[in-house]
């Protein structure tokens, strides 16, 4: 999942979400558990990881409500710089 993020289509990463609810949801929850960690530990963390979780988190809810995965776009033209 995280591997579409990095290849410079995030839209990719919500679609995967949005079609995998469940198992997005397994990892939302992994990647809150450590943020809050980091913090507890006053370990600084990039603020990119909370979107990502945040828009991973969403996505899942439009899954998980029957939504369509479609208003995620993963086509490479859709790239922003």
Known sequence: M???YLSGS???LQNIS???PH???KYVA???TLLKLAKVFSVETDMNYEYIIQE???AAN?????GSCQ???CSSNSQTT
């Open 2 to 4: 995280f591997l579409s």
């Open 10 to 12: 995030p839209g990719c």
């Open 18 to 20: 949005c079609q995998q």
């Open 23 to 25: 198992q997005s949801k």
């Open 30 to 32: 992994a990647g809150d």
């Open 56 to 58: 991973m988190d969403r």
């Open 62 to 66: 439009v899954g998980l409500a029957g």
């Open 71 to 73: 208003m995620f776009d």
